[in-house]
């Protein structure tokens, strides 16, 4: 597709389980980022990828977030041990590198957790 | 501190009318980058333009203009001609430090536009 795509749209788990949120970037972008937004906030950094490599995961809340980008694409966002608090939408974007400008974002992932 | 202020929780509008949506920053940095963002219902973020700290005309596309007073830390965006399909949250964000590295953006908390007919 032309757009970054984000799967599942939505997740239902209930406390303590584990969750799996995936991201699949526009082609050719190298970086990618991880966006959490609670309900009536603004979206707030959580990592972000250069190329394979997590360059920056300074947003990440806790160790209980983790994620991945094997080949410099898709990537998987992992939550384990699910809280109540961790219920928000999960926000990827991607962009060319070194290009000034726009984050192209997909339409979110929405976690709740029961 | 915040970085970014959106001061309008909400604003109503009359169809055709301009609108003008308010945002502060914070930053010491000299370079950084200004962003603005509609959130429809459908939870898609869209970009709408962007604005370079260096740039010294205010950015324009389309319909949008962003009035940039460096000065004051001022980034309001300008909506000419409002439609209902601008009703939205709008929302300002903010990358501090030059382009070639992250686009790392921190947001403000959003305005919520209603266009009425």
């Known amino acids: 597709g032309a757009g970054v795509s984000q799967t599942p749209s939505n997740k239902v788990t209930e406390k303590g389980k584990y969750v799996e949120l995936r991201c699949d970037p526009i082609s050719g972008h190298t970086a990618l980022y991880w966006y959490r937004q609670s309900l009536g906030q603004g979206p707030e950094f959580l990592i972000y990828f250069q190329g394979t490599g997590a360059a920056d995961d300074s947003g990440l809340p806790n160790d209980r977030f983790f994620a991945v980008r094997p080949e410099g694409s898709v990537s998987t966002l992992k939550i384990q041990r699910t809280e109540r608090g961790d219920s928000a939408v999960y926000l990827c974007?991607?962009?060319?590198?070194?290009?000034?400008?726009?984050?192209?974002f997909g339409e979110g992932s929405r976690l709740t957790v029961l | 501190a915040q970085k970014i202020t959106q001061t309008q929780p909400g604003m109503f509008v009359q169809e055709k009318e301009a609108v003008t949506l308010d945002c502060t920053y914070d930053?010491?940095?000299?370079?950084?980058?200004l962003f603005w963002y509609k959130q429809p219902s459908s939870g898609e973020m869209i970009f709408l333009i962007y604005?370079?700290?260096?740039?010294?005309q205010n950015a324009t596309e389309g319909r949008y203009s962003l009035n940039f007073q460096k000065a004051r830390k001022s980034a309001n965006l300008v909506i000419s001609a409002s439609q209902l399909g601008d009703s939205a949250m709008y929302f300002c964000?903010?990358?501090?430090?030059?382009?070639?590295?992250?686009?790392?953006?921190?947001f403000g908390q959003g305005t919520r536009l209603t266009i009425n007919p």
């Open positions: 974007a991607s962009s060319p590198s070194g290009v000034a400008g726009e984050l192209f």
């Open positions: 930053t010491s940095d000299q370079s950084y980058g």
């Open positions: 964000a903010m990358r501090e430090g030059g382009f070639q590295g992250a686009q790392k953006l921190v």
């Open positions: 604005q370079g700290s260096y740039d010294e």
